[in-house]
């Protein structure tokens, strides 16, 4: 009896257990839908629907569909966001046993504050809430704007002066806040990029199309990335692995026989996935005899999946630069391995390891020389929250570098030993920053530099920001080692006593959302540089002349920025922003040279959903400023507009033409580049 009672029970349990989702259904309702970009039609994968007022929701996969089961029977409001995009709210009625469908078409938004950033603290934040003042540029805005290279998608932010030059290695290199290029610490998923000229980098070595964001951190930075970061950090965030597969390519033809050509694949399954990019560049430049040039860009990632809380991260980049001047070329490789585990929800753990390497040729006198440079990183960092009130942030970074130079008949390498920690208290409404980092150089010795900032969210839509800061930048290793090397009539000296240059930095700024659709933002800067490495020479008797390297220069540069951002329609954004600019050398009162008092940007994007249209304008005004250091030789200011329309063929194919330089203008002293209107116009098919 007692069998088949059991027998019978278990019966029962089955019975239910099959029967319990129908009956549910049949007491509650489904929503299914699919979120759509309004302007190109395509699936958006990871768009977060929610039930309003419950804890149910969903994400979209990779066909851009979501799913969201047992809702009870009645009203409710049903939003969709994604970051990037304008949140939708709509009213949905679930009925009992029946499925209702919904669709959402998502537009994209120039507010920007839900973006995740991490070069700030090197720990996420969205981009309305971290601590550090933080700009970011989205791969979605350079392409609407059909920007062809990273340096042309940073003209257009306050407080950023891009160099305009055919010359090698001179093209792409970026100031921040008034202070030279060399200034300005270049990060590519965190790895240091090394090989340029005059202490810089050429941002036209990377290709827009593997790039996911820009993040631009201004001020000292070196509390948590040392040497170099003086004026700030940019930091370009490649793209990961697709979660399926994906393959664009684009021809481009413009102006001075300018070509561009650009394949990306992608594919992603279960753990593992790809990402590969193929740009090729080709330009007669202005003078075909000394601009020429032919540039090949390689790069790819490999996302792979290790458990359910690790992940391994594989980036490598080649490219070859060849110019026709003196037959110069510039090859660049480099591998960064990331390695990132969450051992629980307080903790987060990484490990990067990458190595770069950049090699200069010329053909002189009918023999190649040149010179090499390799760099080697390890970083090791790890971040824990603790009490839900304080995120500590500490790591270790070793970086060693070499030179071997045929040019220049030198050797020379260096060493860094890194320790940094970081404290972000949370005591709402205000969070304070505390950081510090320590820099153990084999021939310089110590650096110790602290930094501290605040956030004070006074409310919901205004927030106050402030922050000062220690920085330096260490010589370079010709600078210490390279003696006696001829350059034009000069005889250069090595000096292995130089310092490194050290800064102190003040940023206070507020940021007022004044509406769903506006946002501004007012900053104020202050940097002041001492033993800023300078050069003396006599020219006495014949050359070659002896030219000496000596810490001997002081400089300070302060200002504003001021910025908007709005929503202006659903389908039409605009941006707008000034800096003003005020330097000083200290040693003899005057304006530091090719600085710009006065600068101004804006752009307007506007999407034509109905027509597939798109059409970007913006345009940068450059005050005057001084091209000699006594400040006798002032440089007119000058203006430059630009056109972009993009017109989709199907949601696969687009056509787009750019038009730089609407005003026509020439003949600009300190900036090459331009030299009249420029067309250029391509083809995009992408799956």
């Given at each position: 009896?007692?069998?088949?009672?059991?027998?019978?029970?278990?019966?029962?349990?089955l019975?239910?257990?099959?029967?319990?989702?129908?009956?549910?259904?049949?007491q509650?309702?489904?929503?299914?839908?699919?979120?759509?970009?309004s302007?190109?039609?395509?699936?958006?994968?990871?768009?977060?629907?929610?039930?309003?007022g419950?804890?149910?929701?969903?994400?979209?996969?990779?066909?851009?569909?979501?799913?969201?089961?047992?809702?009870?029977?009645?009203?409710?409001?049903?939003?969709?966001?994604?970051?990037?995009?304008?949140?939708?709210?709509?009213?949905?009625?679930?009925?009992?046993?029946?499925?209702?469908?919904?669709?959402?078409?998502?537009?994209?938004?120039?507010?920007?504050?839900?973006?995740?950033?991490?070069?700030?603290t090197?720990?996420?934040?969205?981009?309305?809430?971290?601590?550090?003042?933080?700009?970011?540029?989205?791969?979605?805005?350079?392409?609407?704007?059909?920007?062809?290279?990273?340096?042309?998608a940073?003209?257009?932010?306050?407080?950023?002066?891009?160099?305009?030059?055919?010359?090698?290695?001179?093209?792409?290199?970026?100031?921040?806040?008034?202070?030279?290029?060399?200034h300005?610490?270049?990060?590519?998923?965190?790895?240091?990029?090394?090989?340029g000229?005059?202490?810089?980098i050429?941002?036209q070595?990377?290709?827009?199309?593997?790039?996911?964001?820009?993040?631009i951190?201004?001020?000292?930075?070196?509390?948590?990335?040392?040497?170099?970061?003086v004026?700030?950090?940019?930091?370009?965030?490649?793209?990961s692995?697709?979660?399926?597969?994906?393959?664009?390519?684009?021809?481009?033809?413009?102006?001075?026989?300018?070509?561009?050509?650009?394949?990306?694949?992608?594919?992603?399954?279960?753990?593992?996935?790809?990402?590969?990019n193929?740009?090729?560049?080709?330009?007669?430049?202005?003078?075909?005899?000394?601009?020429e040039y032919?540039?090949?860009?390689?790069?790819?990632?490999?996302?792979?999946?290790?458990?359910?809380?690790s992940?391994?991260?594989?980036?490598?980049?080649?490219?070859?630069?060849k110019?026709?001047?003196?037959?110069?070329?510039?090859?660049?490789?480099?591998?960064?391995?990331?390695w990132?585990?969450?051992?629980d929800?307080?903790?987060?753990?990484k490990l990067?390891?990458?190595?770069?390497?950049?090699?200069?040729?010329?053909?002189?006198?009918?023999?190649r020389?040149?010179?090499?440079?390799?760099?080697?990183?390890?970083?090791l960092?790890?971040?824990r929250?603790?009490?839900n009130k304080?995120?500590?942030?500490?790591?270790?970074?070793?970086?060693?570098?070499?030179?071997?130079?045929?040019?220049?008949?030198?050797?020379?390498?260096?060493?860094?030993h890194?320790?940094?920690?970081?404290?972000?208290?949370?005591?709402?409404?205000?969070?304070?920053?505390?950081?510090?980092?320590?820099?153990?150089?084999?021939?310089?010795?110590?650096?110790i530099?602290p930094k501290?900032?605040?956030?004070?969210q006074?409310?919901?839509?205004?927030?106050?920001?402030?922050?000062?800061?220690?920085?330096?930048?260490?010589?370079?290793?010709?600078?210490?080692?390279?003696?006696?090397?001829?350059?034009?009539?000069?005889?250069?000296?090595?000096?292995?006593?130089?310092k490194?240059?050290k800064?102190?930095?003040?940023?206070?700024g507020?940021?007022?959302?004044?509406?769903?659709?506006?946002?501004?933002?007012?900053s104020?800067?202050?940097?002041?540089?001492?033993?800023?490495?300078?050069f003396?020479?006599?020219?006495?008797?014949?050359?070659?002349?002896?030219?000496y390297?000596?810490?001997?220069?002081?400089?300070?540069?302060?200002?504003?920025?001021?910025?908007?951002?709005?929503?202006?329609?659903?389908?039409?954004?605009?941006?707008?922003?000034?800096?003003f600019?005020?330097?000083?050398?200290?040693?003899?009162?005057k304006?530091?040279?090719?600085?710009?008092?006065?600068?101004?940007?804006?752009?307007?994007?506007?999407k034509?959903?109905?027509?597939?249209?798109g059409?970007?304008?913006?345009?940068?005004?450059?005050?005057?400023?001084?091209?000699?250091e006594e400040?006798?030789?002032?440089?007119?200011?000058?203006?430059?507009?630009?056109?972009?329309?993009?017109?989709?063929?199907?949601?696969?194919?687009?056509?787009?033409?750019?038009?730089?330089?609407?005003?026509?203008?020439?003949a600009v002293?300190?900036?090459?580049?331009?030299?009249g209107?420029?067309f250029?116009?391509?083809?995009?098919v992408?799956?």
């Open positions: 009896m007692k069998i088949k009672d059991l027998i019978l029970s278990i019966t029962v349990l019975i239910s257990i099959v029967l319990l989702p129908t009956w549910i259904f049949a509650t309702g489904k929503i299914e839908g699919k979120v759509i970009d302007h190109s039609g395509r699936e958006l994968t990871g768009a977060n629907v929610i039930v309003e419950t804890t149910i929701g969903s994400a979209t996969g990779v066909d851009g569909r979501y799913f969201i089961i047992a809702i009870p029977a009645g009203e409710y409001k049903l939003t969709v966001s994604m970051i990037g995009y304008k949140k939708i709210t709509k009213k949905v009625k679930v009925r009992a046993g029946q499925t209702t469908t919904v669709n959402f078409k998502l537009q994209e938004t120039v507010l920007k504050g839900d973006l995740v950033v991490v070069t700030a090197k720990t996420k934040h969205l981009l309305k809430d971290v601590p550090v003042p933080t700009n970011v540029i989205t791969g979605r805005e350079i392409e609407a704007a059909n920007i062809q290279t990273i340096q042309h940073l003209r257009y932010l306050s407080g950023i002066q891009v160099n305009e030059s055919y010359s090698w290695g001179d093209n792409g290199k970026v100031e921040l806040q008034g202070l030279d290029e060399k300005t610490l270049i990060l590519v998923d965190g790895q240091r990029v090394c090989g000229h005059r202490d810089a050429d941002l070595a990377y290709s827009v199309e593997m790039v996911d964001r820009i993040e951190v201004k001020g000292p930075a070196s509390c948590l990335y040392g040497s170099d970061a004026g700030g950090v940019i930091n370009i965030i490649s793209k692995a697709p979660p399926k597969f994906t393959f664009s390519i684009s021809p481009t033809f413009g102006t001075h026989n300018t070509q561009i050509y650009k394949i990306t694949h992608g594919f992603g399954k279960s753990k593992i996935g790809y990402f590969i193929y740009t090729h560049r080709e330009s007669d430049g202005i003078n075909k005899q000394i601009d032919r540039e090949d860009i390689a790069q790819g990632t490999i996302d792979q999946k290790l458990t359910t809380n992940k391994l991260t594989v980036k490598s980049y080649y490219s070859l630069h110019m026709k001047e003196s037959d110069r070329k510039q090859k660049r490789y480099s591998l960064n391995s990331i990132n585990w969450i051992p929800k307080a903790s987060n753990l990067r390891g990458s190595w770069f390497n950049y090699h200069h040729s010329i053909i002189d006198q009918g023999k020389v040149g010179w090499k440079e390799t760099t080697y990183e390890l970083e960092d790890y971040s929250l603790i009490k304080q995120l500590v942030t500490t790591g270790y970074h070793y970086l060693a570098k070499a030179q071997d130079d045929k040019m220049k008949n030198f050797t020379g390498s260096q060493t860094i890194s320790f940094y920690l970081q404290d972000e208290i949370n005591l709402k409404p205000v969070t304070f920053v505390l950081g510090t980092r320590l820099d153990k150089h084999n021939r310089w010795g110590v650096e530099n501290a900032n605040f956030l004070w006074v409310s919901d839509n205004f927030r106050l920001r402030g922050s000062v800061g220690r920085a330096f930048k260490g010589p370079s290793l010709v600078k210490l080692y390279a003696e006696g090397w001829r350059m034009g009539p000069f005889l250069m000296h090595a000096n292995p006593d130089l490194p240059e800064s102190i930095g003040y940023q206070f507020a940021e007022w959302k004044i509406s769903a659709d506006v946002l501004t933002d007012f104020f800067f202050r940097n002041e540089v001492k033993d800023m490495v300078g003396q020479y006599s020219r006495r008797g014949r050359p070659p002349w002896d030219f390297y000596y810490n001997i220069g002081e400089a300070r540069t302060q200002g504003i920025e001021l910025n908007l951002a709005t929503q202006i329609m659903d389908n039409l954004s605009g941006k707008l922003g000034y800096t600019l005020n330097t000083e050398d200290k040693i003899t009162g304006e530091l040279t090719y600085k710009p008092k006065h600068t101004l940007y804006f752009e307007f994007d506007w034509i959903s109905g027509l597939g249209l059409i970007n304008l913006n345009g940068r005004y450059i005050g005057k400023r001084y091209k000699d400040n006798t030789q002032e440089l007119s200011d000058y203006a430059l507009a630009n056109l972009s329309i993009t017109q989709n063929i199907t949601r696969y194919g687009q056509v787009y033409l750019r038009i730089d330089n609407l005003f026509n203008k020439k002293e300190d900036a090459y580049c331009i030299d209107t420029e250029l116009g391509g083809l995009k992408s799956y």
